[in-house]
């Protein structure tokens, strides 16, 4: 792939299965093949893992889209705490724009939550090949307690819904009761199965990630049939210290897969 100065960024709107009008940005070097990078659970496509990926596929000559999901960033819709497959089928409705605009995603890449909407799309849809998952939660019945509180069934169960707040006081989101069982009945053993053999998957994880630990990785890499595992030692959730270290790990993986199509 040559490098390609000339890439130039635009807005693109796309509108799901909802009539939500999904906001991203098209880093476009002409090429035919299109890498969609999802970002992760209360963030948006301008966080700093996802612009730098972008940014250095662009170098290389590969045309990205990055987008907010419903009730993120710039995209319409309200925020809800699961709706994990109802973003894989966000990210379908992002798929199929550009399969109508005769160009072609051949790599999803999703951080966090994204991570796992990547990998329930590929368990769903069947149409793209190489796909990245960084640091997705393998068990998603694990890390409910440490935002909601231990008692979180009990009260969601009273109340209807639980309210998060920050530090302040003020309420950041709320989280209805559809919402969490929602999360709680996604099972990502069981997509992970149907993921075709051949679709290429790599999960990259941080060892020091404090957030989901770097065990679910070891998890992906025991059921999901074609996959890599790479690890980066010190990373934390966000690879704050580490951005340099993903690049060279991501972007051969990516062109490999560029390749083979």
């Known amino acids: 792939m040559a490098q390609n100065p000339a890439a130039v960024q635009k807005k693109i709107t796309v509108l799901n299965q909802h009539n ?3 906001v991203g940005v098209l880093h476009d070097t002409g090429s035919v093949e299109i890498v969609v990078l999802c970002h ?11 612009l730098n990926l972008a940014v250095a596929m662009e170098k290389e000559g590969i045309s990205v889209f990055r987008f907010d999901f419903p009730g993120n960033g710039e995209s319409e819709g309200s925020f809800q705490y699961g709706n994990y497959r109802r973003e894989a089928d966000d990210l379908h409705s992002v798929v199929e724009y550009f399969n109508g605009a005769n160009r072609k995603v051949t790599a999803v890449l999703g951080h966090s939550k994204g991570g796992d909407v990547v990998l329930l799309y590929a368990s769903k849809y069947h149409d793209v090949h190489t796909v990245v998952n960084l640091s997705g939660r393998y068990n998603l019945e694990k890390g409910i307690a440490e935002r909601l509180g231990e008692d979180f069934l009990e009260i969601i169960k009273k109340d209807g819904f639980i309210d998060v707040k920050n530090k302040a006081g003020d309420v950041d989101y709320r989280v209805t ?3 969490l069982m929602d999360r709680l009945h996604t099972n990502m053993h069981d997509a992970c199965l149907q993921i075709d053999k051949g679709c290429r998957v ?3 994880h941080g060892s020091a990630d404090e957030i989901i630990p770097v065990e679910d990785a070891l998890e992906f890499d025991k059921v999901i049939p074609n996959h890599k ?5 010190g990373a934390n ?11 060279p790990v991501i972007l051969p993986f990516i062109k490999e897969g560029l390749q083979k199509n």
């Open 40 to 50: 992760g659970f209360r963030s948006s496509k301008d966080f700093y893992t996802i």
């Open 202 to 204: 790599l999960t990259v």
């Open 237 to 247: 959730h966000c690879y704050t210290s580490h951005q340099a270290e993903l690049t």
């Open 229 to 233: 595992l790479h690890i980066i030692e």
């Open 20 to 22: 939500e009008k999904l």
């Open 177 to 179: 009761e559809e919402s």
